[in-house]
């Protein structure tokens, strides 16, 4: 299988805890782009990168996250001293980067973090 | 980012066409209009986008207005597997950067 792997799939963690999650995304894409999803509602962007430099981040993304991609393939996002708003849907999702608004995007099965 | 509008919910039956409609009347010439969907417990997918012209792949088909204002997905023949939320989403010409959901529409398929 060759699409975007994201792990754990679940997540359940103490408020006040860290957790981290990764992506694994599709080998050749240079783009790699973290959002988040709660029930009801539709994705929001967190970040993104291109190869291994993190060219946007959301207003959303708090001091308390971090996402790293080093050497420009797998990414880790970090959330430290959870809060129980911090329960969502995270997804990563790849690209190859492709310029004028045509660029597919190729989504992982997320990862559902629960904050007690 | 210019904003779209979509009903909340639809419903269809199966091997029956179903038309998804997107407003977006604030559109500019440089956005092209994308569709994802989302079935169930996984990410979303890419289903098709467009510029000005109808589009056509093996999943969809793209109606697009003559003013661009709004759009329609078309789904030919709904099988149950196309149970889904359906996500209209604009995308500017020169960036190629985040997908900006809105909260899109529900799709229910019924035998």
């Known amino acids: 299988d060759t699409g975007v792997s994201q792990n754990p799939r679940h997540k359940i963690t103490k408020r006040g805890q860290n957790v981290t999650f990764r992506c694994d995304p599709i080998s050749e894409h240079n783009r790699l782009y973290w959002y988040r999803q709660t029930l009801g509602q539709g994705p929001e962007f967190l970040t993104y990168?291109?190869?291994?430099?993190?060219?946007?981040k959301s207003r959303l993304l708090s001091d308390r996250f971090s996402a790293e991609r080093p050497k420009g393939s797998f990414s880790t996002l970090e959330i430290q001293r959870t809060e129980q708003g911090d329960s969502a849907m995270y997804l990563c999702a790849s690209s190859l980067g492709l310029a004028g608004g045509i660029d597919e995007q190729f989504f992982g099965p997320g990862t559902r973090l629960t904050v007690l | 980012d210019a904003k779209t509008t979509q009903p909340n919910s639809m419903e269809s039956n199966e091997e029956e066409p179903v038309h998804l409609p997107c407003n977006h009347s604030t559109i500019s010439g440089t956005d092209y209009i994308h569709w994802y969907r989302q079935l169930p417990s996984q990410g979303p997918e890419y289903v098709i986008h467009g510029l000005t012209s109808n589009v056509n792949n093996r999943m969809a088909s793209l109606a697009i207005a003559e003013d661009r204002k709004s759009s329609t997905l078309i789904l030919h023949r709904a099988t149950l597997r196309d149970a889904a939320v359906y996500y209209c989403i604009l995308r500017d010409i020169g960036t190629a950067s985040k997908l900006t959901f809105g909260t899109g529409t529900r799709l229910q398929v019924t035998l």
């Open positions: 990168f291109q190869n291994e430099a993190q060219l946007e």
